[in-house]
């Protein structure tokens, strides 16, 4: 059971498709933390060994942080949209925000 602290309306108010979108942002947030915090402690690290676990572990949170994006594209028609629009595009980005909004 979720602690009253990890929501910031009543738990009871709201719909499980909501609560189940808020899990999978907070997901999605906490495994995009965990890329950084592997990746700056892979930079410093001089053993060799514990080197290459921490960049695995590092790659292996880049697979449940787009694992939890997919889940949010497939329930949220926003995410989808945008997705849509700049994911797996090239040049400017912005000068794609251009395009697509004319
Ligand atoms: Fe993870």
Same mark, same amino acid.
């Given at each position: 059971?979720?602690?009253?602290?990890?929501?910031?309306?009543?738990?009871?108010?709201?719909?499980?498709?909501?609560?189940?979108?808020? $899990?999978?942002?907070?997901?999605?947030?906490?495994?995009?933390?965990? =890329?950084?915090?592997?990746?700056?402690? =892979?930079? =410093?690290?001089?053993?060799?060994?514990?080197? $290459?676990?921490?960049?695995?572990?590092?790659?292996?949170?880049?697979?449940?942080?787009?694992?939890?994006?997919?889940?949010?594209?497939?329930?949220?028609?926003?995410?989808?949209?945008?997705?849509?629009?700049?994911?797996?595009?090239?040049?400017?980005?912005?000068?794609?925000?251009?395009?697509?909004?004319?």
């Amino acid at each position: 059971m979720a602690t009253s602290s990890e929501w910031h309306e009543s738990y009871g108010q709201m719909s499980e498709e909501t609560l189940n979108f808020s $899990r999978a942002l907070k997901s999605l947030q906490e495994e995009l933390e965990a =890329v950084d915090w592997y990746n700056q402690r =892979v930079e =410093v690290t001089k053993d060799e060994q514990l080197r $290459r676990i921490l960049a695995h572990n590092r790659d292996e949170e880049i697979e449940h942080a787009m694992m939890a994006l997919e889940y949010l594209r497939r329930g949220n028609p926003v995410f989808d949209k945008h997705m849509r629009t700049y994911l797996f595009t090239e040049g400017d980005i912005l000068g794609i925000e251009e395009k697509a909004e004319e």
